[in-house]
């Protein structure tokens, strides 16, 4: 089990760390910590999360079909 802490000086900065650890396999573990320094978030990964994610095929973009109206 590996735990981590994100800190960041306000919540727009935090939203966006914590955002780049889910497709890792980061879970949200808890809330949003206010203290002194910011703002703080507990995230939690198993170890079989972390070889899940390094096995899972990435999805193919779905081809958007457009018409021109002339």
Request: hydrophobic share 40%; charged share 25%.
């Amino acid at each position: 089990m590996e735990y981590n802490i994100v800190v960041a000086p306000n919540l727009e900065t935090l939203a966006t760390e914590v955002a780049v650890l889910f497709p890792q396999g980061w879970k949200l573990k808890g809330g949003i910590i206010e203290h002194a320094d910011g703002f703080s978030q507990q995230m939690i990964r198993k170890a079989s999360d972390k070889l899940k994610q390094n096995h899972m095929p990435l999805p193919h973009a779905k081809q958007r079909r457009t018409k021109w109206i002339e």
